[in-house]
Nanobody
Framework: QVQLVESGGGLVQPGGSLRLSCAAS????????IGWFRQAPGKEREGVSC????????????PVKGRFTISRDNARDNAKNTVYLQMNGLKPEDTAVYYC???????????????????WGKGTLVTVSS
């Protein structure tokens, strides 16, 4: 069974940085995509970034391009992995609950809109405020 546990959220001032972690286990052995999503109060959930297990390709939503970086551990055990989201230049509009999600799909385009992302963590709160 796939399990995803997020950590690293907190309160940060505008312009600051945070690194989120997603500890994943029980992943498919062949291929999958892990992504980060966020939901701000009163808004719909949106995709932030995702990374493919097969070739390490990444995709970012336009609002975070150039500020956020997704990466993963080079784990030998493909069923376990930790994925990171380095967030720099944070803005108040980045305030949201950030969720890690995973799915056995190959398309990062589809993953970033949530298609096929069947497994979700409980989320970690990021607050950007002075």
């Amino acid at each position: 069974q796939v399990q995803l546990v997020e950590s690293g959220g907190g309160l940060v001032q505008p312009g600051g940085s945070l690194r989120l972690s997603c500890a994943a286990s029980g992943l498919p052995l062949d291929y999958y995509i892990i992504g980060w999503f966020r939901q701000a109060p009163g808004k719909e959930r949106e995709g932030v970034s995702c990374i493919s297990s097969s070739d390490g390709s990444t995709r970012y939503a336009d609002p975070v391009k150039g500020r956020f970086t997704i990466s993963r551990d080079n784990a030998r055990d493909n069923a376990k992995n930790t994925v990171y989201l380095q967030m720099n230049g944070l803005k108040p509009e980045d305030t949201a609950v950030y969720y890690c999600a995973a799915g056995r799909i190959a398309s990062t385009v589809a993953a970033l809109v949530g298609y096929g992302m069947d497994y979700w963590g409980k989320g970690t709160l990021v607050t950007v405020s002075s």
